[in-house]
């Protein structure tokens, strides 16, 4: 598995996502993609990475066709291969094939984006108000804890990526690290905030996929 991914990885020559509208697969991707999957299921990283270089610009194109922001496209990509071990515990091989199912989960995603992004109504920002008011101070410290738990690398791609607004091929140019190394850092951090924000009681609300 690990050597897959490095041969790909290797031969990607990314420099950020890219809208793909097909797949491009090896002849032997079926067997391959349906192990991936199940070890991504338990977490294991080689497996994660490999099908996140399969997979992620048809992903990061089916995702921007609905949300029509290519930033907020790259962070719905992100969270949804940060999810995916998860997800895939709704996955079941032969069922259906794996893209057409990882393009559903997508399609939840940006869905779920578009709607986060309304507006809340006037009457229940007034009525909400003071409540969130007194808990903005523990939620940022709350952040502000999970954050300093990060490793340095992953702390540091959050930052730019989430504070500084930096686009990944820029935190890669910075750090001296390959886009696709920034995307997995950031894939980490993200899951490693939110087992520590979910500790401490403050974590973020998702839809299951």
Same mark, same amino acid.
Request: hydrophobic share 45%; glycine share 4%; no cysteine.
């Given at each position: ?6 041969? &790909? ?15 491009? /697969? ?13 070890? #991504? ?5 080689? #497996? &994660?990475?490999?099908?996140?270089? /399969? ?8 995702? /921007? ?22 997800? &895939? ?7 259906? *094939? ?14 779920? =984006? ?17 409540? #969130? ?17 990060? *490793? ?11 504070? #500084? ?17 920034? =995307?997995? /850092?950031? =894939? ?22």
């Amino acid at each position: 598995m690990r050597r897959a991914a490095d041969r &790909l990885e290797a031969t990607a020559a990314r420099t950020g996502y890219r809208r793909r509208r097909h797949l491009d /697969l090896p002849q032997d991707a079926e067997a391959l993609v349906a192990a991936a999957a199940e070890r #991504a299921r338990d977490g294991e990283d080689d #497996a &994660l990475r490999l099908l996140y270089l /399969l997979y992620a610009d048809n992903v990061f194109g089916y995702v /921007l066709a609905i949300v029509r922001d290519e930033h907020d496209a790259e962070d719905v990509t992100s969270e949804i291969f940060t999810r995916l071990p998860r997800a &895939l515990t709704h996955y079941r091989a032969g069922a259906t *094939p794996f893209a057409a199912w990882l393009l559903r989960v997508a399609r939840n995603a940006a869905l779920d =984006h578009l709607r986060a992004q309304r507006s809340v109504p006037l009457a229940e920002v007034h009525a909400t108000g003071a409540v #969130a008011e007194s808990q903005a101070g523990e939620r940022l410290e709350a952040l502000k804890d999970a954050l300093a738990a990060l *490793p340095e690398d992953q702390r540091h791609v959050m930052l730019l990526r989430l504070v #500084a607004g930096h686009s990944p091929a820029e935190v890669a140019e910075q750090l001296g690290r390959s886009v696709d190394a920034v =995307h997995a /850092l950031q =894939h980490r951090a993200r899951r490693r905030l939110r087992e520590e924000l979910t500790e401490s009681g403050w974590a973020p609300t998702s839809a299951a996929a």
